[in-house]
């Protein structure tokens, strides 16, 4: 390791040019590259085992441990894995730092009137600004997740700045350097593309008051702009960061899509990246776990089901992996009704997960409450125990309780309070987690819940009203969300109408669930929109937005609320963008049901990123 002098009691790195490596630059990318074989390969150890000993002094050997740590640490959520991995991307973030370009006093303010000579940057300084911006950005969300105070909040933030900048500089030594004689430009252009686009993907995705704040302290973002950014890093053959890309983008496009609700993924494009990575890494969990999720996605569990656990299986080294998989694993039993399975599931992460136990505990207890009739007296109390536990189970994430922690809790006492029964719990779940666009990819799929829906709702209406408990509306109006979600896309927009403005007009009877409302405005916003009613849409959810606070699970409808807005400004513009068509938000299914209805039913062209600034049907009659 190089010696550091110390003062203060702090180690003070010296100079890069004060130091051998050892290790050039060319190598230690090659190097790079085959640790990333090893990882995507299931050859983790030997992935970190090549990283490790250059881990001090190579800019690529300390991002690629640090990189290492870093997912070992968000997998296992285990505060040791947490503090190993700060301080390892600390130590890489000091390694790439001693190998930036080091500016003068006058060459700082000298950047400020005249362009900046990037050809006099050697390799190994334009490099370092990358790696640099890569570990500080790893470095930066674990900082979130270190501890609860302020200060940690405050320090993420500001090395998220940090990195924010050095994409900046790294954007302008691409466009601005002569690469004629360089054979590694790809593997810089690369993890421009990656970081460029993935920031853009990543600020577009957010709520209005969030990105309005964002854009004042110098963010932004263009969602087609960072997509376009990515696929052109996935589409440089042999390069280093290209794998990272096509993760990017399948992250996005098969995962982050849905859980947020705001757009439909590209499924063609998702294919086309597995079919290429999957000739690299036939037996690569993560991309077999991406396999799986295409199925999905598409609504086709029971393949789903075999190809999760066909990725669960290709490897025993990183048990956290298999929680994803059993994360996956139980909600394509949920979805498809197999709540006994989706039980077994919950429980195994429950037992074994450390990410989220409230949460967990709150999945069982939902899918032992679809089987109430069914359950057995030691079953029902383990229902029992599993609620009870529940608001002990409950954690703190940067001083933050997690929204989806606060509604299980809410659910547990609510469990109790009415008699240790839920409605619907379980559908609700697939609700919240924007579950039903994918149950309406096959219509048997969605058949099957909505069939479900409809029986607790006949239950429901053959209480008497001297019976009622208090939070009887609040049951029967989460079955008619559920069921005018469900009609909605089975080519019954009018029926689904009826229920979401039932909803709405029956607000005041509400006792606890206030969600329902400002949920089934949005509903009625996208039936709008699917009517092509832009004005009346727009208006109903800006109503929703603006008008409905402090209820379950609220940041989950304005991420959805945002794309909307978003979809419709676009279309009232005149400029549909490729996947904005409004039919999106509710894609056809393969026939037309015959449901049997209750009575109360930037741009691109060459000018750079949006995240680099210049230097210099019919339509429905709708009233909130």
Request: hydrophobic share 35%; glycine share 6%.
């Amino acid at each position: 390791m190089a010696n550091n002098d110390v003062e203060n009691g702090e180690e003070v790195f010296v100079d890069a040019a004060e130091e051998v490596c050892g290790m050039d630059l060319s190598t230690a990318m090659e190097e790079a590259r085959l640790a990333c074989s090893y990882f995507f390969n299931n050859r983790f150890e030997e992935a970190r085992t090549l990283m490790r000993p250059w881990a001090h002094k190579s800019m690529y050997h300390g991002l690629g441990y640090g990189t290492f740590m870093y997912l070992q640490a968000i997998m296992t959520f285990d505060p040791k894995d947490i503090e190993t991995a700060i301080e390892t991307l600390k130590q890489s973030v000091e390694v790439c730092n001693r190998f930036r370009r080091k500016n003068t006093i006058g060459e700082s303010l000298g950047k400020m009137v005249k362009k900046v000579d990037y050809n006099s940057f050697t390799k190994e300084e334009i490099h370092a600004e990358l790696c640099y911006a890569e570990c500080l950005l790893l470095r930066a969300v674990l900082t979130f997740m270190e501890d609860e105070t302020l200060i940690s909040f405050l320090k993420g933030g500001m090395k998220i700045r940090a990195c924010y900048q050095s994409y900046k500089e790294c954007w302008y030594i691409l466009e601005g350097r002569d690469w004629s004689k360089d054979a590694d430009k790809m593997h810089f252009e690369s993890g421009v593309r990656m970081g460029v686009g993935a920031f853009n993907l990543m600020i577009s995705q957010l709520p209005q008051k969030i990105l309005k704040l964002l854009e004042f302290v110098g963010f932004s973002g263009n969602k087609s702009l960072g997509l376009s950014e990515l696929e052109r890093g996935f589409h440089l053959e042999g390069s280093l960061r290209r794998v990272l890309c096509a993760l990017v983008l399948l992250g996005y496009h098969l995962i982050a899509t849905y859980v947020l609700g705001t757009s439909e993924g590209d499924l063609v494009m998702a294919q086309t990246i597995l079919d290429d990575h999957l000739k690299l890494y036939p037996n690569g969990a993560w991309f077999l776990f991406f396999a799986a999720r295409l199925e999905y996605v598409k609504g086709n569990f029971d393949l789903a089901i075999e190809k999760y656990t066909t990725s669960l299986n290709s490897q025993n080294e990183w048990r956290q992996f298999h929680h994803l998989c059993y994360w996956e694993l139980m909600w394509c039993c949920i979805m498809s009704a197999q709540f006994k399975e989706g039980e077994e599931y919950a429980d195994k992460l429950l037992q074994e997960s450390k990410w989220s136990k409230a949460t967990y505990a709150y999945q069982k207890a939902s899918c032992m409450c679809m089987r109430m009739d069914e359950l057995t007296p030691a079953e029902k109390q383990e229902l029992s125990e599993t609620m009870r536990s529940i608001p002990g189970l409950k954690q703190r994430i940067a001083g933050k309780s997690l929204p989806v922690e606060k509604f299980a809790v809410k659910k547990s006492l609510r469990f109790f309070a009415q008699g240790e029964r839920l409605c619907l719990s379980a559908l609700e779940l697939i609700y919240a987690w924007n579950g039903i666009k994918i149950l309406a990819k096959k219509y048997e799929n969605i058949e099957k819940i909505y069939s479900i829906i409809e029986r607790e709702l006949r239950r429901l209406e053959k209480i008497r009203a001297d019976n009622r408990s208090e939070y009887y509306y609040d049951d029967y109006l989460l079955a008619n969300l559920l069921k005018g979600s469900c009609l909605a896309y089975m080519n019954s927009p009018l029926q689904a109408e009826e229920c979401f403005k039932f909803i709405v007009s029956n607000e005041k009877k509400i006792k606890e669930d206030t969600y329902l409302v400002p949920n089934a405005l949005l509903e009625l916003g996208l039936l709008l929109l699917r009517a092509n009613d832009l004005e009346q849409s727009r208006i109903i959810l800006e109503h929703a937005k603006n008008n409905y606070k402090g209820y379950s699970l609220e940041s989950r409808l304005h991420f959805r609320v945002h794309a909307t807005l978003n979809k419709i400004s676009t279309l009232q513009k005149g400029s549909q963008s490729v996947g904005s068509n409004p039919m999106d938000s509710y894609p056809s299914i393969s026939r037309s049901p015959s449901p049997c209805h209750s009575k109360t039913s930037g741009t691109t062209n060459g000018t750079g990123p949006h995240l680099k600034p210049t230097k210099n049907g019919k339509s429905i009659s709708t009233h909130p």
